[in-house]
C-alpha cells in the first residue's frame, strides 16, 4: 500500500471517529475506529486506565453533558501515522462542562486533535479545545 493511501486512510478514520462516532453517538463503532489497548490523553493521568474504556468513558462524559453534540471536521492533516484534526464542537450545556454546571445554553468551539493510528485504529488521541472561548459562552451574563 503507498504512502498516500495509507494516509487518506488514515484521515478517513478519523472523518468516521467524529462524523459517525461522536455526532452519530455510535458507540458500537468505538471496537472498530479505537485499538483496545489506545491512550485517550484527556483522560490518561486522571484516572486513566489507557485502554479504550477511557475513549467509551470521554463519550458517555460528552453525550451526556451535550447531547446534542455535533463535532464538524473543518481541516484534516496527515503524516506518517498521525493525523490533525482541526474540528468544530456545537451543543446545548446540558451537564458539567470544563467544571461549569449545566446552562442549557447553546456553544461552539473549535478544537485541534491529534490522532495517531495504526493498522486503521486510533491508537493515541489528545485534543486542544478552545476552553476559554466555550467557557465565555456558558459563563457570560444572560442577556
Known amino acids: 500500500m503507498s504512502d498516500v493511501s495509507t494516509l487518506e486512510q488514515n484521515k478517513q478514520v ?3 471517529y467524529y ?3 461522536v455526532s452519530g453517538q455510535r458507540i458500537d463503532l468505538l471496537a472498530e475506529l479505537v485499538a483496545e489497548d489506545a491512550a485517550d490523553e484527556t483522560i490518561v493521568g486522571v484516572g486513566g486506565s489507557g485502554s479504550r ?5 470521554h463519550l458517555l462524559t460528552l453525550w ?7 463535532a464538524t471536521v473543518e481541516d ?3 503524516e506518517g501515522d498521525r493525523v490533525i484534526a482541526y474540528w468544530r464542537i456545537e451543543g446545548t450545556h446540558s451537564g458539567p462542562v470544563f467544571g461549569v454546571p449545566a446552562t442549557g445554553r447553546p456553544f461552539t468551539g473549535l478544537s485541534i486533535s491529534q490522532l495517531t493510528l495504526k493498522d486503521g485504529q486510533v491508537v493515541r488521541y489528545n485534543v486542544l479545545p478552545d476552553r476559554l472561548g466555550i467557557l ?3 459563563t457570560a451574563a444572560a442577556v
Not at 53 to 57: G, I, P
Not at 64 to 70: L, S, T
Request: hydrophobic fraction near 40%.
Open 14 to 16: 478519523v472523518r468516521r
Open 19 to 21: 462524523h459517525e462516532m
Open 53 to 57: 474504556e477511557d475513549f467509551r468513558q
Open 64 to 70: 451526556g453533558n451535550v447531547p446534542d453534540v455535533r
Open 76 to 78: 484534516l492533516l496527515a
Open 136 to 138: 465565555r459562552q456558558l
